[in-house]
T-cell receptor, first 113, second 115 residues
C-alpha cells in the first residue's frame, strides 16, 4: 500500500462546476497535510495546507481533513480552465514538524470550457 | 509566500561532463533542502535530503557519488551531477523547508538534457 494515494485521473470537470480531489494516507500519526498544484513542465506550487480536522477555505479552494478516516480532499469552486493541472496531495508523516513530506502521485484535472 | 530560486533553469551538456545546479531560499532560512527528480508524466521522486552543515541523506537507489549535494549555508544548496549520461536527462527540482510552520516550497526546477 502506498503511503499517500490519489486517483491519477484525468478528472474532467465542466467550467464553473466544483472539482473534487481526494487523497488517502496510511500513517495514522500524520499531522500536516498539503495540496500542491503543478502545471505541465513547471514545479509544484503550494496552494493549501491543513493541520486540523474540518474544512479550511481560501478563496475558491477548500481543503477538508478527516483524520479518523485518514482522508484529505480539495474542492475547487467555480472551476476555471486555468485550474487544469496536476494536483499533488502531500502528507507530513510522524509527530515531528521536521519529518519528511510524502507526496502522492497526483491527480490530473482538466476543466473543459 | 516564501521564494526559492534555482539556477540554471535549463542546461544542455555533453555525456561525461558534470553539471552543478544551485538552489537558494531568498527570503527565509532553510534548515532543510530536498532534491527531487521528475521524468515526463511521472511523479516527483525524492533523491536526497540535506541539512545545513551536514552530509546529505540519499534515498534508496540514488548514487551519492554521482549526485553530489552540498548544503553550505541556510540559504544555499547545490546538486552536482557528475559524469552525466543521457539517462540523467530529467527535470530536477529543489525544495526548501523553513519558517515556523515548516512548510516546504519548491524552486522553479532545472531541466537537464545530456546529449
Amino acid at each position: 500500500q502506498k503511503e499517500v494515494e490519489q486517483n491519477s485521473g484525468p478528472l474532467s470537470v465542466p467550467e464553473g462546476a466544483i472539482a473534487s480531489l481526494n487523497c488517502t494516507y496510511s500513517d495514522r500519526v500524520s499531522q500536516s497535510f498539503f495540496w500542491y498544484r503543478q502545471y505541465s513542465g513547471k514545479s509544484p506550487e503550494l496552494i493549501m495546507s491543513i493541520y486540523s480536522n474540518g474544512d479550511k477555505e481560501d478563496g475558491r479552494f477548500t481543503a477538508q481533513l478527516n483524520k479518523a478516516s485518514q482522508y484529505v480532499s480539495l474542492l475547487i469552486r467555480d472551476s476555471q480552465p486555468s485550474d487544469s493541472a496536476t494536483y499533488l496531495c502531500a502528507v507530513r508523516g510522524g509527530y515531528s514538524s521536521a519529518s519528511k513530506i510524502i507526496f502522492g502521485s497526483g491527480t490530473r484535472l482538466s476543466i473543459r470550457p | 509566500g516564501a521564494v526559492v530560486s534555482q539556477h540554471p533553469s535549463w542546461v544542455i551538456c555533453k555525456s561525461g561532463t558534470s553539471v552543478k545546479i544551485e538552489c537558494r531560499s531568498l527570503d527565509f532560512q532553510a534548515t532543510t533542502m530536498f532534491w527531487y527528480r521528475q521524468f515526463p508524466k511521472q511523479s516527483l521522486m525524492l533523491m536526497a535530503t540535506s541539512n545545513e552543515g551536514s552530509k546529505a541523506t540519499y534515498e534508496q537507489g540514488v548514487e551519492k557519488d554521482k549526485f553530489l549535494i552540498n548544503h553550505a549555508s541556510l540559504t544555499l544548496s547545490t546538486l552536482t551531477v557528475t559524469s552525466a549520461h543521457p539517462e540523467d536527462s530529467s527535470f530536477y527540482i529543489c525544495s526548501a523547508r523553513g519558517g515556523p510552520s515548516y512548510e516546504q516550497y519548491f524552486g522553479p526546477g532545472t531541466r537537464l538534457t545530456v546529449t
